[in-house]
């Protein structure tokens, strides 16, 4: 299997607000998006919202109960204050915060809150990886 | 928040086994992984591994008891037959099947394995979104 991921899809109860939601921060859903699912492209890859039920029908298990939080989803900003407004912002739109932002012992800077449907995001500054073009995250 | 992904980490039991297995499928984890956390680059961002009770105390929320599978890590294909092939590959490599490949209603064909820490993951034939360079996968 190549080493790519091309497809994050999050499962929602709500797809509606979990869509207005990612909406509020300025991000434009895919024009053929609609009532049954809803992307975004994201660099070289895309973000799915996708209620969850399906998603669980679709993975074989529909019997499953998964609680959110296995998994973080990460932002990396260019500069150390970017944690503070980006994590400032997305609060005034809904998100739960999880901690605060801090300085790591690794010399870089994050914040965690969750979207409305309690996936868990952090948001980075990592000056020893800057980022690339388009905003990739490139290791050095 | 910018409409991009950076990094995505799994919340893994084993850190070794887990490693084991991405590199099994001929992952190649970036030079300064060590035994506290795995990285491997993935197109524009990067797949993280790093053991659950530490990205849990990280998201603020050591009690928390995510249970896997809320979330679907998927990787896009060029060919219809790949996907049997890629599938049979991990399930070689000690993944667990979820569903058998199947062409889908919409035009495709998919199957869904889990990891050995239990993250579902979509292998995707989508001959309506064609893969671009470097395999990302850019929505027409």
């Not at 919202?49 to 019997?63: F, K, S």
């Not at 690794?106 to 979207?115: E, I, K, L, N």
Request: one cysteine or more.
């Amino acid at each position: 299997m190549e080493q790519r991921l091309s497809l994050v899809t999050l499962g929602v109860r709500d797809l509606n607000s979990a869509r207005a939601f990612y909406e509020s921060l300025g991000w434009e859903a895919y024009r053929e998006s609609n009532e049954h699912i809803c992307f975004f492209q994201t660099g070289c890859m895309v973000i799915g919202l996708y209620p969850l039920p399906d998603l669980l029908t679709d993975q074989g298990r529909p019997e499953a109960r998964p609680v959110a939080g296995g998994i973080t989803l990460g932002i990396n900003v260019v500069a150390r204050e970017d944690v503070d407004r980006e994590l400032a912002k997305v609060l005034e739109k809904g998100a739960t915060l999880l901690t605060p932002a801090a300085d790591t012992p690794w010399g870089g800077r994050t914040a965690y809150f969750a979207d409305p449907e309690g996936h868990p995001w952090e948001i980075t500054w990592a000056p020893m990886f800057p980022l690339g073009a388009n905003g990739a995250l490139i290791l050095p």
